[in-house]
């Protein structure tokens, strides 16, 4: 299986770039440009502003200076137990199983790390990662994450999971992946009969589709590849300015993952990562849309919208809130239609 990539330099000679575009270059600090074919098949070039076009062409705002971001702004170093292991809340482990992605998203949360081609994990880190887990045991979930997890051979996959699961037979893994939507093609039934041979604990696969057309048919077929071996899917999409900033297009991102089988679980506040300025939203523009969002979705439709707060302050959920005061022993709550209603205190 061969993910046919676009480099900038031939997205340069291809394509009519914007001004913004054009003007973007490549340093040592900045994110990889790197566009898959099949995502690349997605967008409309005609158009500058396409939603998807601006999740992956590089931009001259990257270069914007602004002294509130950080290139690590969830204190993630800090956390840290080696190079890989990402240890912040007790009860579960982010392991980075490679930097690599077949497609760099300009918004990437974590691009202090991904692209700087350190390539996939050492069997040796992944031996110490399962003792790190095996010693502490409130420890009951591990996110396989990265870089894009499916990146990473066949071969090296089943020796990760294998050693994971002999040490820590009951551990919940979380298969993080873009490749669903990125590169669908390499999903196919070599790589979910790998997962089918370490059932002792269960997978979730959690994917980020960020706009209803990053999930055409065939990324559909691919979730469904997982969805159908017994791997639920969930969804983690990000607020980006020009791509779903706007109440229709997240209520139909919403209700069309919903009625692929895949459950919006999170909708997060852009990081304050150095770079992303440009396609961060306002937090009272995010309350506004989850509001409206708890109006228009049904329960099973709605993600939770989170921040996941600055110096490692870990993920707390952001939205409007519907408890206006509590007086005299009686709770009083605003209705979505904004009316009062009262609750006493017991
Ligand atoms: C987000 C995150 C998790 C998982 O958090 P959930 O709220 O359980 O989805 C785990 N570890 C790290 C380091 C994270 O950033
Ligand atoms: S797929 Fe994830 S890790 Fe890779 S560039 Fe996109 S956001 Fe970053």
Redesign the pocket.
């Known amino acids: 299986m061969k993910i046919e990539i676009q480099s900038f330099d031939e997205l340069k000679k291809q394509y009519k770039l914007s001004d913004n575009e054009k003007a973007f270059k490549a340093s040592k600090n900045s994110l990889t440009v790197s566009i898959t074919k099949h995502y690349l098949s997605l967008i409309n070039l005609e158009d500058e502003k396409d939603p998807l076009r601006i999740q992956v062409f590089p931009s001259v705002l990257e270069e914007n200076e602004n002294n509130l971001e950080n290139i690590d702004p ?1 204190f ?1 170093i800090n ?1 840290s137990k080696s190079s890989r292991l ?1 240890h ?2 007790e009860s ?3 392991l980075l199983t490679t930097d690599i992605c077949p497609m760099y998203c300009r918004h990437c949360f974590r691009r202090r790390f991904t692209g700087k081609l350190l390539g996939p994990i050492s069997n040796k880190e992944i031996e110490e990662a399962s003792i790190y887990i095996q010693k502490h045991p409130k420890i009951t979930e591990i ?1 396989l994450t990265g870089g894009d997890l499916l990146t990473l051979t066949n071969s090296k996959l089943d020796f990760l999971i294998k050693t994971l699961r002999e040490r820590n037979p009951k551990l919940i893994m979380r298969i993080c992946t873009r490749m669903v939507i990125t590169a669908p093609s390499r999903i196919d039934a070599g790589l979910i009969s790998i997962f089918k041979k370490y059932k002792s604990a269960p997978f979730y696969l959690l994917t980020q589709v960020n706009h209803p057309r990053e999930l055409d048919s065939e990324a559909i077929k691919a979730i469904n590849q997982f969805v159908d071996a017994g791997i639920p899917a969930l969804n983690q999409c990000v607020m980006l300015k020009g791509v779903n900033d706007n109440f229709d297009t997240m209520e139909e991102l919403c209700n069309k993952l919903l009625f692929n089988r895949i459950k919006p679980y ?1 909708v997060f506040q852009g990081d304050l990562v150095s770079g992303t300025s440009h396609l961060r939203v306002n937090v009272d523009r995010t309350i506004e849309i989850e509001r409206e969002m708890r109006k228009r979705l049904s329960g099973l439709a709605m993600p939770s919208f989170m921040i ?1 707060l600055p110096k490692g302050g870990g ?1 707390v959920p952001l939205s409007a809130c519907y408890l206006k005061s509590f007086n005299d022993n009686i709770y009083t709550f605003i209705t979505l239609d904004g009316e009062e209603r009262e609750y006493p205190h017991i």
């Open positions: 969830l993630e956390n990402i912040r809340y579960r482990v982010a996110l999170y996941d993920k």
